[in-house]
């Protein structure tokens, strides 16, 4: 093959590569491990930048300050033009703010904050206005998203690419605030090991603020979301539509789809043994509530 290789143009040797990949690679794997392949949370643990092509990142150039949007594709829903994927990200860092604040987390300079799943900074990149002269991370399984904020607007935190195993690159007893929006709403038989992660790398007192889904967002589903993409794919499915009303703990869908809910009562009950449950706030974040915890 390394002979032939020699003598075919490139165009044709990256076809047949791409043959061998799909026609004979891939149903091998398939064949010999099954359902394991097909499981994308048991295989990719994160999403690779340019999966299959060799990459250049080019020396940073003069940057935004934050105020530059990225490409459409990598706005994850929020909003429907660059003004509004900004002015969402300034808003819902106002909403935290002032959250926390009424809870009395009232410190503000030299603090060391994370964003767990930052997308492509939508909220971090205003952090620094409220949190001066503070450490700020943001961290995603995206690793494009965490490539073109480097490049963009690396000036604003420190950005790493993680994965989807519940595990945190820093030592315990590290940060002050960790917040994450829309992502326990998505974490299924690893929520627990990602609670206790994240309970780790705070430090005793500190603040983890966390958005999810419970019987707040079925109400608001059902009432001034229900033309939401979510509403109207949670209508069509049975386990929802059977159990919305009587839940501790559901999850539609499965995999890297996962919808996950929880009671208060329910969510309550999971997270006292590893802190104190301050407060939850109905739809703080869209139709999504805002669970204010604190590490014992």
Wanted: proline share 3%.
């Amino acid at each position: 093959m390394s002979f032939l290789s020699q003598l075919l143009p490139g165009s044709i040797k990256e076809k047949l590569s791409k043959i061998i990949q799909h026609k004979i690679v891939e149903p091998t794997l398939r064949f010999r491990f099954g359902g394991l392949y097909d499981n994308q949370t048991s295989i990719i643990k994160y999403m690779p930048f340019k999966r299959d092509q060799d990459y250049v990142i080019p020396d940073f150039k003069k940057q935004s300050g934050g105020k530059i949007a990225p490409p459409f594709a990598y706005w994850l829903g929020y909003g429907k033009t660059e003004q509004e994927y900004l002015e969402s990200g300034v808003e819902d860092v106002k909403k935290m703010d002032a959250n926390l604040a009424a809870v009395g987390y009232i410190e503000r300079t030299t603090q060391k904050v994370l964003d767990l799943g930052c997308g492509c900074a939508r909220m971090l990149r205003n952090v620094n206005q409220h949190f001066k002269e503070s450490e700020l991370w943001g961290l995603d399984i995206d690793a494009k998203l965490i490539y073109w904020c480097k490049e963009n607007i690396g000036e604003t935190a420190n950005y790493a690419t993680t994965t989807l195993i519940p595990h945190l690159p820093f030592e315990s007893n590290y940060f002050n605030l960790i917040y994450c929006g829309s992502v326990f709403t998505h974490i299924d038989d690893l929520a627990d090991a990602w609670l206790l992660e994240v309970r780790r790398v705070l430090k005793k007192g500190g603040v983890f603020y966390v958005t999810i889904h419970d019987e707040n967002t079925v109400k608001m589903l059902d009432g001034e979301y229900k033309n939401a993409n979510l509403a109207e794919h949670l209508f069509q499915n049975k386990t929802y539509m059977n159990n919305k009303g009587n839940f501790g703990m559901m999850v539609i869908d499965r995999d890297n789809l996962s919808q996950v809910f929880f009671s208060k009562a329910y969510f309550k009950q999971w997270v006292e043994p590893f802190f104190e449950l301050v407060q939850i706030i109905d739809g703080a974040y869209g139709y999504q509530s805002v669970a204010v915890l604190r590490k014992k």
